[in-house]
């Protein structure tokens, strides 16, 4: 048996347990006489994933579910062959089914032609739906559902006491999620989430990508700000809800200007 590195009491994060990066943060909610997982990543890093969990003497059998934030294959491309080793049940939010179901390669960004990226996205049946204001019993851990739209529709975060698990909403240096309408996302709905992270108490947000880190309202603002300004920039496509530009120009053409 290892050592087992919790960074909160009842979580363990299997890339500081590794002391590598495994693609994307996996938590391992330990409820004492059961435990779950958040995420499970890339299907080429499972292995090593429930190695971690048998050195730390966690059985496998005593995995009671796992909670996908979202559908996105980094995530969730080993999540059909954790659920049949695992033999626990998978939870996502009702609009993460059909991508996972389906394997829907463009939604959960397993394929994007035109940069020549294509990885095979299994496909994975949902077993439970969870969704705002559900509350998940892990043993003796409890973990809040908040529907977290923007990044995907379906993106979800769970609060547990001071904690809050934000998915890809946020991360340590300002950056948020890929922003993309052929992916599902969601610019006003993503401000809004945001809003809701910065406007709660909790203490630290454990992200779905790269370090675990207090939160930061000053960084949340400027997130926030900068998000509200691409809903008027047309480098943002349909994902903007307007470009004053073209207002300003019609305004010049009904007024015979020629701003040279």
């Not at 290892?2 to 590794?18: D, K």
């Not at 971690?52 to 059985?59: A, D, E, K, V, W």
């Not at 909790?202 to 000053?218: C, M, Q, T, V, W």
């Amino acid at each position: 048996m290892v050592e087992r590195r919790y960074i909160f009491p009842g979580i363990i994060e299997l890339n500081v347990q590794a002391r590598r990066r495994l693609g994307v943060n996996i938590y391992l909610i330990d409820g004492g006489t059961e435990y779950a997982l958040i995420d499970v990543g890339f299907l080429d890093e499972l292995s090593e994933v429930l190695e971690l969990i048998r050195q730390m003497n966690f059985s496998l059998s005593n995995c009671k579910m796992i909670l996908a934030t979202h559908a996105d294959a980094d995530h969730t491309q080993g999540l059909a062959r954790a659920r049949e080793v695992l033999k626990c049940k998978v939870a996502a939010h009702p609009k993460s089914v059909a991508p996972l179901q389906d394997g829907d390669e463009v939604l959960t960004y397993a394929r994007i032609d035109a940069q020549n990226i294509h990885i095979p996205m299994p496909r994975c049946k949902v077993d439970m739906t969870i969704d705002e204001g559900d509350v998940v019993t892990i043993g003796d851990r409890k973990l809040e559902v908040w529907s977290t739209p923007g990044h995907t529709a379906g993106q979800l975060s769970f609060r547990m006491g001071s904690l809050l698990f934000s998915g890809d909403n946020i991360f340590r240096d300002g950056c948020v999620g890929v922003i993309d309408a052929h992916h599902g996302s969601n610019l006003v709905e993503f401000i809004a989430s945001l809003k809701r992270i910065r406007a709660c108490d909790a203490e630290y947000l454990l992200p779905s990508h790269g370090p675990i880190f207090r939160k930061d309202n000053a960084l949340l603002d400027a997130t926030i700000a900068r998000l509200e300004s691409y809903t008027h920039m047309a480098d943002f496509g349909t994902c903007a809800v307007d470009w004053p530009l073209l207002d300003e120009w019609e305004d010049e053409l009904v007024q015979g200007k020629l701003n040279l």
